[in-house]
């Protein structure tokens, strides 16, 4: 039995999605499809006759598909309702027990069979379960197709305080979609009865990576040295993005820093919105960065802003990793697409709520303890990277200090951007190797084989439902077998009854829109 996922149509949301899990996968050859062949099959266009056919005797032999309605309805009988479908959220103690909301502001295909992930009205959206021999998970809309929108709006982000913060960032909830790949995964290898593998998404089966950025705006030398020495008494490396323009006078003392990593904000601080503009811009701090003797390795832009335009300039200039929110967030990273391709610069997403952001909420400093102590649990729970942020002028060491100890009490290693940038490209390289046809993973009398990676690299697997372990790839290739492994329970973070409030029209939030817009377009340069 082949633990290999069967990709229908060669897409790059798919690819994209995942190659951030780790799972083996290929393009499905429909010769060699067969429920020995392929655990799970992801139908992601409309079956022809003969695919029909094939598809169907899969599933009655006990195969796995994950799709949509409008690709799923084309080999078993679904009647749907098309309808406007802001988010998916999951119910308590579902399949879905790393997922938030997952905001995707589209139409979709509701299935009448729906049972998961309640839309606006409490409604289902979506089906998972048993279909004929086999089983099924449908989502109202294709899933992949949507990791592939680049839109932004401002959003509001679920805290336990009468006002919710807010960033402008990706329309679409990236992170929130990949998630429910990867528990859809999770549960249809499990209802097969066979375990769920994918390479691990942090080195050296370490549990997770802790990442400080700070954007220096207009941040003023003593600020700046400020933050950098409670950095200093915490151990921790921070990757600062620099405003290069506001520190021109004291640029060379950036060189002094310990342990930090020195990277790129801007000139001016201004995302712009053609590739001409922004291409001055990141070239003109970037020489003043070079003529102090720092080189950067990464960008960050100003206001978290993303567009096509900037992304061509970050590959020109060759920078190994970006950063912005409103292309993704809380997310694993990726590589944007531009056009038909791929881009270089790989993207790192972040948590956007700072200081700044709960200060604008109105919280007060237990409060914002509070709020980060609770974010950073949820992302230990969920798999995310506990990627943070902050501003030289917004800094505050007491709260700041409590998310610093409790990395430390964790045992969670701090990285620089560019330190994860360069592991996840082996990470990345890794993935190719488990989906290529002489790796393809297999599982048989009890006992999982997969190939020998990179040292640093490791396995997740998951033998049944919340039951997981992290084993090491650097070996030859190797049989595990299944009861010889130490597994644990997965974490689990309750989900908030009432986040589904975060989306409900506030006109505070219509009014932070037009006072940023004006703020950012009137802010002397």
Request: charged share 25%.
């Amino acid at each position: 039995m082949n633990l290999h996922i069967g990709l229908f149509r060669n897409q790059p949301g798919w690819q994209t999605l995942l190659q951030q899990e780790g799972v083996s996968f290929s393009i499905v050859d429909e010769e060699k499809i067969s429920e020995s062949n392929y655990s799970v099959i992801i139908l992601n266009a409309k079956p022809t006759k003969r695919q029909k056919e094939v598809l169907t005797e899969y599933l009655n032999k006990g195969g796995a598909i994950l799709s949509s309605t409008i690709f799923l309805e084309k080999i078993v009988a679904l009647e749907s309702r098309t309808r406007k479908i802001p988010y998916l959220q999951p119910e308590q103690n579902s399949i879905f027990y790393r997922n938030a909301l997952a905001d995707i502001w589209s139409f979709g295909k509701i299935p009448d069979i729906a049972n998961a992930l309640t839309t606006t009205k409490h409604t289902f959206s979506s089906f998972i379960g048993s279909f004929s021999n086999g089983v099924i998970v449908c989502f109202p809309i294709d899933l992949g197709t949507l990791i592939e929108r680049n839109e932004a709006r401002r959003k509001f982000f679920y805290a336990e305080h009468s006002r919710f913060p807010a960033e402008q960032v990706s329309i679409v909830s990236k992170g929130e979609i990949r998630k429910l790949i990867s528990s859809s995964l999770e549960y249809l290898h499990h209802q097969r009865n066979i375990p769920y593998v994918h390479v691990w998404y942090f080195p050296d089966r370490e549990r997770n990576s802790f990442a400080f950025r700070i954007d220096s705006d207009y941040g003023t030398e003593k600020e700046i040295f400020s933050l950098y020495k409670v950095l200093q008494n915490h151990n921790i490396s921070a990757t600062w993005f620099l405003d290069v323009k506001n520190h021109k006078n004291f640029l060379a003392r950036f060189r002094g820093m310990e342990g930090q990593e020195l990277s790129l904000h801007c000139h001016e601080h201004q995302t712009f919105d053609t590739y001409s503009k922004n291409k001055r811009n990141i070239e003109l701090a970037r020489k003043k960065l070079i003529e102090a003797n720092i080189m950067p390795k990464g960008f960050a832009s100003p206001f978290g802003l993303w567009n096509i335009g900037l992304q061509k300039t970050l590959d020109e200039f060759g920078f190994a990793y970006s950063s912005e929110f409103a292309f993704d967030y809380d997310n694993l990273p990726s590589f944007p697409l531009v056009g038909k391709h791929f881009a270089s610069t790989l993207q790192i997403p972040i948590h956007p709520i700072c200081i700044g952001s709960l200060r604008s909420a109105r919280m007060n400093e237990k409060q914002m303890i509070q709020y980060f102590n609770k974010t950073f649990t949820q992302k230990l729970a969920w798999n995310e990277p506990l990627f943070f942020y902050d501003h030289p002028k917004d800094f505050r060491s007491e709260i700041w200090a409590t998310v610093f100890k409790k990395t430390q009490e964790e045992k969670i290693r701090c990285v620089t951007f560019s330190e994860f940038a360069s592991w996840w490209k082996r990470r990345s390289d890794a993935v190719n190797i488990f989906s290529s046809e002489k790796y393809v993973p297999t599982f048989e009398k009890g006992s999982i084989r997969f190939p020998s990676l990179e040292k640093d690299i490791s396995f997740r697997i998951s033998p049944k439902e919340k039951m997981e372990t992290i084993v090491s790839a650097h070996n030859a290739i190797q049989n595990i077998k299944l009861s010889s492994l130490h597994c644990s329970k997965a974490l689990e973070c309750e989900i908030p009854e009432n986040i589904s409030s975060t989306r409900i029209f506030s006109p505070r939030l219509l009014n932070q829109r037009i006072r940023i817009f004006l703020r950012r377009k009137l802010k002397p340069s």
